[in-house]
């Protein structure tokens, strides 16, 4: 039985129907495989199924726009700051003073 924040596990199903925004790659955390999402910033219209980011995948963006005002991911849990690595890299915008943020994360 599933809580509030358990993760989809099958994420082919979805992409067996309709060709998601988001661009998936997956990255290994602990014992379990999470998903690691880099995506195109708009809803996408697809044969009249509209499919938008996540409210995860929108805070990740978030997160990685406004980069200057953090300091260190090092108290986000493992998957979540390999995301926002993962959008700062995806972007293009990852410097060596933002990978300074990520020292202390086990990426």
Request: with cysteine; charged share 25%.
């Amino acid at each position: 039985m599933g809580g509030a924040c358990s993760r989809k596990r099958d994420p082919q199903s979805d992409e067996e129907n309709v060709h998601r925004v988001v661009s998936r790659k997956y990255s290994k955390s602990g014992s379990s495989k999470w998903l690691g999402t880099s995506f195109s910033r708009a809803c996408m219209d697809n044969k009249g199924v509209t499919i938008c980011p996540s409210l995860m995948e929108l805070c990740i963006y978030k997160i990685s726009e406004e980069i200057d005002q953090y300091g260190t991911f090092s108290a986000l849990p493992r998957d979540i700051s390999q995301q926002i690595f993962n959008e700062l890299v995806y972007s293009q915008r990852l410097t060596e003073a933002y990978l300074e943020a990520f020292q202390d994360c086990d990426l």
